[in-house]
């Protein structure tokens, strides 16, 4: 399988860990990425209290990009922000008459055109529907048993569009989990919002929909996400919030495709998990036992 691959922003910064574990995992898994030449950001969410047409062009503008150098692929996108971006082009400009014309006459000051059509998946959307659990479980080397995951989506994977899950009870990261052994977490925090795009205005909103994810993952050994403001959003704030409620709510937040490759025999070094700021000692030694008792068995 092949697909063109839209990092965005944070992959090349802060989430370089999701960039990397993400690479690793799709060549085990025998999918090539070919990348978007010159690909630009995508707005995030900074562009449109700009400029609406600003949001509607950046996007589009690594969409045309695509359209004219790999034409006919699906466009991979591992951040939950970039694929809602990418994503909402392609609905925009099918309802809003003359938005596409606007589009191109800005794209057209680097000679290049969209003509719409261009198909966004993200990651999760890709392992879950493309991939597999099957597909998945051959490359499991390591099972994690005994480890129990927490599964997050937060919410732009999901939200607004109902593509490939249900965005009030999403269930496509199960079957990948329970294919890499691990058991899943009883909750229903799953597409519950982390407030990430509150911590700089309304902060105390924010830490309060941290804590109550936090809270909620209790008894679990990790919570896994698939969005790399969701990672630092749970990751960056939880000696703040475990003062501030009085308890230890410190748990590991790992990408999916790091636990996937952590199940997939990778090294550290590959998955990069020395850049995550919370990978408790405890998950360690439990993902340790588990590396040993496959090896004894094989």
Not at 13 to 18: Q, S
Not at 139 to 150: D, E, I, N, T, W
Not at 170 to 182: Q, V
Not at 235 to 248: M, T, W
Request: charged share 25%.
């Amino acid at each position: 399988m092949k697909y063109v691959y839209y990092p965005g922003c944070s992959l090349e910064g802060t989430a370089l860990e999701y960039d990397a574990s993400t690479r690793a995992v799709m060549q085990r898994l025998g999918v090539e990425l070919v990348d978007i030449e010159d690909w630009t950001c995508c707005g995030a969410s900074a562009a449109e209290p700009v400029s609406y047409l600003l949001s509607m062009a950046l996007p589009a503008r690594n969409l045309a990009k695509v359209q004219s150098d790999q034409d006919g692929m699906d466009v991979l996108v591992p951040c939950s922000a970039c694929y809602l971006n990418l994503r909402k082009v392609e609905d925009h400009i099918r309802k809003e008459e003359g938005l596409l014309e606007q589009i191109n006459e800005v794209l057209s000051v680097e000679g290049l055109s969209y003509k719409g059509g261009v198909r966004s998946r993200h990651l999760l959307d890709v392992l879950a529907t493309d991939m597999g659990p099957g597909k998945i479980r051959e490359q499991v080397k390591q099972p994690l048993s005994g480890v129990r995951v927490a599964p997050y989506y937060g919410c732009q994977a999901l939200r607004p569009y109902r593509v490939f899950d249900d965005p009030e009870e999403p269930r496509s990261m199960e079957p990948i989990l329970r294919a890499l052994g691990a058991e899943i977490h009883p909750w229903s925090m799953g597409a519950r919002c982390c407030g990430a795009g509150l911590m700089t205005t309304k902060k105390d909103a924010s830490l309060d929909a941290v804590a109550s994810l936090l809270s909620a993952a209790r008894g679990a050994d990790c919570i896994v996400t698939v969005c790399p403001m969701c990672q630092m959003n749970l990751e960056a704030y939880q000696k703040k919030i475990s003062r501030r409620e009085g308890e230890d709510l410190s748990i590991s937040i790992l990408y999916l495709p790091q636990l996937m490759g952590i199940a997939f025999g990778m090294g550290d070094a590959e998955l990069k998990v020395d850049m995550n700021f919370v990978f408790k000692p405890e998950l360690r030694a439990k993902l340790a036992s588990t590396a040993s008792r496959s090896t004894r068995a094989a």
